[in-house]
């Protein structure tokens, strides 16, 4: 008992750790969690084609910039990075259910 608590405890702050640096990384980039999901995931692509148009924007926005600070080599500015939380979701609601949707087409018909 008391070794599963300590695991737990240590894996929790290996979590947090690791959700830190992945924050710091986004907000270089100034890109959210949702931005970098796997698009050849076909949960993932059909989310994209029913998101609404101005989020679709605003993800192309975020992609380009991300994009250009890669090439340039220089992060965008700390205080602008304080503004932003890429742990927010703003896709996840149309991916849970294009998946949903997907396995419960696969048990209704069988896999594509």
């Known amino acids: 008992m008391a070794a599963s608590l300590v695991g737990k405890n240590v894996w929790n702050s290996v979590a947090k750790v690791y959700q830190a640096g992945v924050v710091q990384r986004l907000n270089q980039y100034g890109l959210k969690y949702d931005d970098i999901l796997n698009e050849s995931d076909p949960d993932v692509k059909i989310a994209l084609s ?14 380009k910039r991300a994009l250009d600070i890669s090439f340039k080599k220089k992060p965008l500015p700390a205080d602008f990075q304080k503004t932003l939380t890429p742990l927010e979701p703003y896709m996840e609601s149309i ?18």
Not at 51 to 60: E, F, K, N
Not at 102 to 109: A, F, G
């Open 50 to 63: 029913r998101m609404p148009g101005d989020l679709q924007v605003a993800r192309d926005r975020r992609l």
């Open 95 to 112: 991916v849970d259910e294009m998946r949903s949707l997907r396995l419960e087409r696969e048990l209704l018909n069988g896999p594509r």
